[in-house]
């Protein structure tokens, strides 16, 4: 059995992007400190849990994840358990009544706390919650070593969102939009490129909301975005998420002017209807929507794009139902994530009337996951013998094989008897499927 002493840890990681980010802070300063991951939670003296509660699904798996780690520490009571993340910010103490084994809560903006809160729990203290949304800058994250081997990595740009959209709970989970500096930003992505990264994906809630001033001059996000793509030996650059209200035509026009911009964006739509989008406060319309991604493929023809959309929202009709699917049908998405609403606790669409049937969400869910199947299916078929860039990442899920991504951001498969990783190659494609492609390999670009 584990002494109080032993450093073992396991985070599991819930959620967005943001979270990956935030967990690969933690398990840094972990690691400098002398502690080691290990793969299964049953090994480790410290168990995190990075949570998400943007939606009711993923907070159901948290909740039977902590029930599954209670038990675990049931038998073996020096064992620390922490929830980090957006549930722990939204439950706060609430949560360690529901799991009294809980030792220690912590929100999105107290990461850089959270080695503390560790050492003081070992310490005898328990029960602690650190839910402050003190503005306050998302911290540098850079530590020797722990990219290593690597080819894409995240930066945190900005955090927190001012748009309260209003089924959304990220605004009170996360807090008020604020940036990081650029000169921070900058100097991040260039020890990530020193150890290896060749693709760097910028990160916000809302990343063109990101403003800075600096040394008298103002940075918006077109200028951070020209001025970390010139950084020597990036090769790729992406960002996500974008909010189409805030898409600016100075934006849109750098898709056609830095090189090592990938074509893809991800744009979330939410509702094709109107009606829906004035209830859920978006602040376009279906039209102005549908004007943004004929600009982008007009800058940039190749450019994939995908989204985000709900079904069932409060007031939801079969007709605004079917303006969504119009609106699918009409733009061809490279790719879309789907997802039924849910109720989140203090948000103003909780309030509204004319709440779907579950069983109505998950009938539209279905069609609209089935039709955009086919036409994601049809566009990656359409890739079928063109060559295509391959940024190769590691070894495949599929045996023996490596796997990578295009530019577009599609993921590609393929045999090759030395080690790839790293490499920029060319593919010839064989096969297209749902989610990945089958290709050939054929040049070697280093
Ligand atoms: N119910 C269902 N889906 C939601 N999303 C955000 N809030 C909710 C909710 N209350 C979806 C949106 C968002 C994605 C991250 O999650 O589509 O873009
Ligand atoms: Fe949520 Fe809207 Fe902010 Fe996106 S823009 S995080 S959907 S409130």
């Given at each position: 059995?584990?002494?109080?002493?032993?450093?073992?840890?396991?985070?599991?990681?819930?959620?967005?992007?943001?979270?990956?980010?935030?967990?690969?802070?933690?398990?840094?300063?972990?690691?400098?400190?002398?502690?080691?991951?290990?793969?299964?939670?049953?090994?480790?003296?410290?168990?995190?849990?990075?949570?998400?509660?943007?939606?009711?699904?993923?907070?159901?798996?948290?909740?039977?994840?902590?029930?599954?780690?209670?038990?675990?520490?049931k038998r073996r009571p020096e064992l620390v358990l922490g929830v980090l993340g957006c549930l722990a910010q939204q439950e706060g103490a609430e949560l360690l009544r529901k799991f009294p084994r809980v030792d220690f809560v912590a929100g999105p903006r107290e990461i850089q706390g959270v080695i503390n809160i560790v050492r003081?729990?070992?310490?005898?203290?328990?029960?602690?919650?650190?839910?402050?949304?003190?503005?306050?800058?998302?911290?540098?994250?850079?530590?020797?070593?722990?990219?290593?081997?690597?080819?894409?990595?995240?930066?945190?740009?900005?955090?927190?969102?001012?748009?309260?959209?209003?089924?959304?709970?990220?605004?009170?989970?996360?807090?008020?939009?604020?940036?990081?500096?650029?000169?921070?930003?900058?100097?991040?992505?260039?020890?990530?490129?020193?150890?290896?990264?060749?693709?760097?994906?910028?990160?916000?809630?809302?990343?063109?909301?990101?403003?800075?001033?600096?040394?008298?001059?103002?940075?918006?996000?077109?200028?951070?975005?020209?001025?970390?793509?010139?950084?020597?030996?990036?090769?790729?650059?992406?960002?996500?998420?974008?909010?189409?209200?805030?898409?600016?035509?100075?934006?849109?026009?750098?898709?056609?002017?830095?090189?090592?911009?990938?074509?893809?964006?991800?744009?979330?739509?939410?509702?094709?209807?109107?009606?829906?989008?004035?209830?859920?406060?978006?602040?376009?319309?279906?039209?102005?929507?549908?004007?943004?991604?004929?600009?982008?493929?007009?800058?940039?023809?190749?450019?994939?794009?995908?989204?985000?959309?709900?079904?069932?929202?409060?007031?939801?009709?079969?007709?605004?139902?079917?303006?969504?699917?119009?609106?699918?049908?009409?733009?061809?998405?490279?790719?879309?994530?789907?997802?039924?609403?849910?109720?989140?606790?203090?948000?103003?669409?909780?309030?509204?009337?004319?709440?779907?049937?579950?069983?109505?969400?998950?009938?539209?869910?279905?069609?609209?996951?089935?039709?955009?199947?086919?036409?994601?299916?049809?566009?990656?078929?359409?890739?079928?013998?063109?060559?295509?860039?391959?940024?190769?990442?590691?070894?495949?899920?599929?045996?023996?094989?490596?796997?990578?991504?295009?530019?577009?951001?599609?993921?590609?498969?393929?045999?090759?008897?030395?080690?790839?990783?790293?490499?920029?190659?060319?593919?010839?494609?064989?096969?297209?499927?749902?989610?990945?492609?089958?290709?050939?390999?054929?040049?070697?670009?280093?």
């Amino acid at each position: 059995m584990a002494g109080s002493s032993a450093k073992r840890f396991y985070i599991k990681t819930m959620g967005c992007q943001m979270n990956v980010y935030d967990s690969e802070y933690v398990a840094q300063r972990l690691m400098a400190l002398g502690w080691s991951p290990v793969s299964e939670p049953a090994e480790a003296d410290l168990i995190i849990l990075n949570t998400c509660t943007v939606r009711a699904k993923p907070e159901h798996k948290a909740a039977t994840f902590i029930g599954k780690v209670s038990q675990l520490k049931k038998r073996r009571p020096e064992l620390v358990l922490g929830v980090l993340g957006c549930l722990a910010q939204q439950e706060g103490a609430e949560l360690l009544r529901k799991f009294p084994r809980v030792d220690f809560v912590a929100g999105p903006r107290e990461i850089q706390g959270v080695i503390n809160i560790v050492r003081k729990v070992r310490g005898g203290e328990r029960g602690i919650v650190a839910t402050s949304l003190e503005r306050r800058p998302p911290r540098t994250q850079v530590f020797q070593g722990y990219f290593e081997g690597k080819v894409s990595a995240f930066i945190t740009i900005m955090q927190g969102c001012d748009n309260f959209c209003s089924y959304c709970i990220v605004p009170y989970v996360r807090g008020r939009e604020v940036s990081r500096p650029p000169h921070e930003i900058l100097e991040e992505t260039k020890i990530l490129i020193a150890q290896g990264v060749k693709e760097i994906t910028l990160l916000g809630q809302n990343v063109n909301s990101y403003t800075f001033e600096e040394n008298g001059a103002r940075w918006d996000f077109p200028d951070l975005l020209k001025r970390v793509s010139r950084l020597t030996g990036l090769k790729r650059l992406r960002f996500t998420t974008s909010h189409p209200k805030d898409l600016s035509p100075r934006l849109i026009q750098l898709f056609g002017e830095i090189d090592n911009l990938c074509p893809h964006i991800h744009l979330p739509f939410q509702a094709g209807s109107n009606k829906v989008l004035k209830k859920m406060n978006r602040k376009y319309t279906r039209e102005q929507y549908i004007a943004l991604t004929e600009q982008l493929r007009r800058i940039r023809p190749d450019i994939a794009i995908t989204s985000d959309v709900m079904v069932g929202f409060p007031g939801e009709t079969e007709r605004d139902f079917r303006d969504t699917i119009e609106l699918v049908r009409a733009i061809q998405f490279d790719g879309l994530f789907s997802f039924k609403y849910s109720d989140r606790k203090g948000t103003l669409a909780t309030t509204f009337d004319g709440k779907v049937p579950e069983e109505e969400k998950a009938r539209r869910l279905q069609l609209l996951q089935e039709i955009q199947k086919d036409i994601t299916i049809k566009k990656n078929k359409a890739l079928e013998g063109k060559i295509v860039e391959v940024l190769v990442e590691g070894e495949s899920t599929r045996g023996g094989q490596q796997c990578g991504r295009t530019p577009t951001n599609k993921i590609v498969n393929f045999y090759s008897n030395i080690n790839r990783v790293g490499q920029l190659v060319k593919v010839i494609i064989e096969e297209a499927f749902a989610n990945s492609l089958r290709g050939t390999l054929i040049e070697i670009n280093p």
